[in-house]
């Protein structure tokens, strides 16, 4: 009985290269599938307790606590008893800071390392604020992040840069 395709290769020899085949196929999108969870779920990777970088207390609610770590915002609704993951859209990295508007009851800014949220009721829904690139293109974090007395968001960039927010739009001074 010949074994033989057309080609001359035998049955055994194309079955045993297209295992070879699969794996080498399957284990590239193995990683991908891998990565991309980590990436869109970082908190079901992350370490059991969660480094807390930043914490803001609600001023309407004494009860309610938000905080950021390095996966993302979590709620707490009884004095920081017990957290719940915020859903949020926008992975921003670890937030460095929370703060909560003075002039705008409920608006909450958020601040990552190379990203700004804010929310507008007290932090359940966060959306991602578009920012202006800098006069300088040099990829330099934010590092700290203050409310003015009009209640807008003033950023500092770890360049020593400085991104304000005004009526008339977003401002970067050096």
Same mark, same amino acid.
């Given at each position: 009985?010949?074994?033989?395709?057309?080609?001359?290769?035998?049955?055994?020899?194309?079955?045993?290269?297209?295992?070879?085949?699969?794996?080498?196929?399957?284990?590239?999108?193995?990683?991908?599938?891998?990565?991309?969870?980590?990436?869109?779920?970082?908190?079901?990777?992350?370490?059991?307790?969660?480094?807390?970088?930043?914490?803001?207390?609600?001023?309407?609610?004494?009860?309610?606590?938000?905080?950021g770590t390095h996966s993302g915002l979590q709620h707490s609704f009884d004095a920081g008893q017990s957290w719940q993951e915020a859903s949020l859209m926008y992975f921003p990295g670890p937030l460095r800071q929370i703060q909560y508007s003075s002039q705008e009851p409920g608006k909450v800014f958020a601040l990552g390392q190379d990203a700004l949220l804010v929310s507008g009721d007290h932090g359940r829904i966060w959306e991602l604020v578009d920012l202006p690139a800098p006069p300088s293109f040099t990829l330099s974090p934010f590092l700290d992040l203050s409310?003015?007395?009009? /209640?807008?968001?003033?950023?500092?960039?770890?360049? /020593?840069?400085?991104?304000?927010?005004?009526?008339?739009?977003?401002?970067?001074?050096?």
């Amino acid at each position: 009985m010949n074994d033989r395709t057309g080609n001359g290769l035998s049955r055994r020899s194309l079955l045993k290269w297209h295992k070879w085949l699969g794996l080498v196929l399957f284990l590239p999108l193995l990683v991908v599938m891998i990565t991309g969870g980590i990436l869109l779920f970082p908190s079901l990777f992350a370490e059991p307790e969660d480094k807390a970088y930043t914490l803001a207390l609600n001023p309407d609610n004494p009860e309610h606590w938000i905080r950021g770590t390095h996966s993302g915002l979590q709620h707490s609704f009884d004095a920081g008893q017990s957290w719940q993951e915020a859903s949020l859209m926008y992975f921003p990295g670890p937030l460095r800071q929370i703060q909560y508007s003075s002039q705008e009851p409920g608006k909450v800014f958020a601040l990552g390392q190379d990203a700004l949220l804010v929310s507008g009721d007290h932090g359940r829904i966060w959306e991602l604020v578009d920012l202006p690139a800098p006069p300088s293109f040099t990829l330099s974090p934010f590092l700290d992040l203050s409310i003015d007395a009009q /209640g807008s968001p003033v950023l500092l960039r770890e360049d /020593g840069a400085i991104l304000q927010h005004s009526s008339a739009g977003w401002t970067w001074s050096e």
